[in-house]
């Protein structure tokens, strides 16, 4: 009976990661939609391959290497069949010591799980760079941070290894708000302070030129998209499913994680009608986000009433950040650096407010490790791929846009600007 109980525990445990993993690969339409709809039309097609491109790019990286420098798991390049001996192993163990209903799964499950969270923190950085970034330098970048940048400093946090002193200062990212948006953020502006702004974004007087997305309804999906895909995100890090405590931690992961974004939007929404006079949709749809990427880091243990102020404050904080980047004139098409850099580093640092067993120290030490890490490495790639092949494309193939120059076809051939 004990192991028929584990065996189905077993299968829940696994079918679980499966499907989350499955909601979180969806949030790659969602980073494609919204930023398709973001930036001009000309550059939509060349935004789109690049989401696209970059998904294979980080699944392949990641088994082939990635997955072995985070987590010791290199038996990947072989094929996955190890799932029986686990299930044996783990059936001796419990007839000796009894099932403790501990989480056992598939470890292509837990593979296939870790691999979207990959291409996830790929995602932030193509928004970042858009409309002037080279396609094939992009991917090579991709290539690079799917395979070492992000695999390493999730090894230091997730993967306990390398750099005790994490461990010893107590940091706790559930879900990801440093380890994977800030990570992602951190690439972003290495890469966006070497390319350098848009054409026409600023004038020589210091104005600051809107240059507003073509399509407001394909980024308005996409943020729903994201918004659902990230209940896959945050509750598949529950890890396990198949046992009453876990099942309610996962039902209150769940609510958490809308109630943020709920107030996320909420709040990004009253201060740009403060701010303009009027309601910007934009901000909306970062300030949902910036709710999101807030309660990732802790979204087990706030209230849903908390964790709706904490996604408040988070959409204050992604409207103010989004104009002071634009006042120093550091170009975010989408606002990426905003929404997953500084609200990412917001919803690390708010996790001891509500889990006793993290502190600030520790959650700033955390942080500061991966921001360094990743900034540094991503600045030293950038400026080697600039060297070689060049970052941006010239300011002619700008102006007619990246799909043409990049790919050769547009994404609206009858409605071009």
């Not at 296939?112 to 330098?137: D, H, N, P, Y």
């Not at 309610?248 to 943020?260: E, G, P, Q, W």
């Not at 802790?298 to 709706?308: E, Q, R, S, V, Y």
């Amino acid at each position: 009976m004990e192991n028929q109980i584990f065996e189905l525990q077993y299968a829940l445990d696994t079918f679980y990661f499966l499907i989350c993993g499955a909601l979180v690969m969806w949030m790659a339409a969602g980073f494609a939609m919204l930023e398709a709809g973001l930036v001009r039309s000309k550059n939509t097609t060349e935004i789109l391959t690049k989401n696209i491109g970059l998904f294979a790019i980080a699944c392949t990286m990641y088994m082939i290497c990635g997955y072995h420098f985070m987590y010791g798991g290199g038996y990947f390049l072989s094929g996955i069949s190890g799932g029986e001996t686990l299930v044996a192993e783990a059936l001796s163990a419990s007839a000796e010591n009894g099932f403790d209903g501990d989480s056992v799964y598939s470890a292509a499950s837990d593979f296939f799980f870790q691999v979207v969270f990959v291409a996830t923190c790929m995602s932030i950085v193509s928004g970042a760079v858009a409309e002037r970034m080279k396609l094939w330098a992009f991917f090579l970048f991709a290539i690079v941070m799917t395979a070492f940048i992000y695999p390493m400093e999730g090894s230091w946090t997730w993967g306990g290894k390398a750099v005790p002193f994490i461990g010893e200062l107590n940091f706790v990212d559930f879900a990801g708000s440093g380890i994977v948006h800030m990570a992602g953020a951190a690439a972003a502006l290495a890469g966006v302070l070497l390319l350098g702004a848009r054409k026409g974004k600023y004038g020589k007087n210091g104005e600051i030129r809107a240059i507003p997305g073509a399509n407001l309804p394909l980024a308005a999906l996409g943020t729903l998209i994201l918004w659902l895909g990230w209940f896959g995100f945050n509750g598949g890090s529950v890890l396990k499913l198949g046992d009453i405590a876990s099942a309610n931690s996962v039902a209150m992961v769940f609510l958490n994680t809308n109630a943020a974004a709920a107030g996320g939007a909420i709040g990004a929404l009253l201060l740009a009608r403060l701010i303009f006079g009027k309601a910007d949709l934009t901000m909306l749809l970062n300030g949902a986000l910036a709710g999101l990427v807030a309660i990732t880091a802790g979204p087990d243990t706030p209230t849903p009433l908390m964790a709706t102020i904490f996604g408040m404050i988070a959409g204050v904080i992604v409207v103010c950040s989004i104009l002071a980047f634009d006042k120093m004139k550091i170009d975010d098409p989408v606002g990426a650096i905003s929404v997953h850099g500084v609200v990412g580093f917001f919803g690390v640092m708010i996790v001891p407010i509500t889990n006793p067993e993290a502190t600030f120290l520790g959650q700033l030490g955390g942080a500061a490790v991966i921001f360094v890490w990743v900034f540094g490495c991503s600045l030293i790639v950038w400026s080697i791929i600039k060297t070689v092949m060049g970052l941006r494309i010239g300011e002619e193939e700008e102006y007619e846009g990246a799909d043409l120059a990049e790919c050769g076809q547009e994404a609206y051939p009858e409605f071009v600007n």
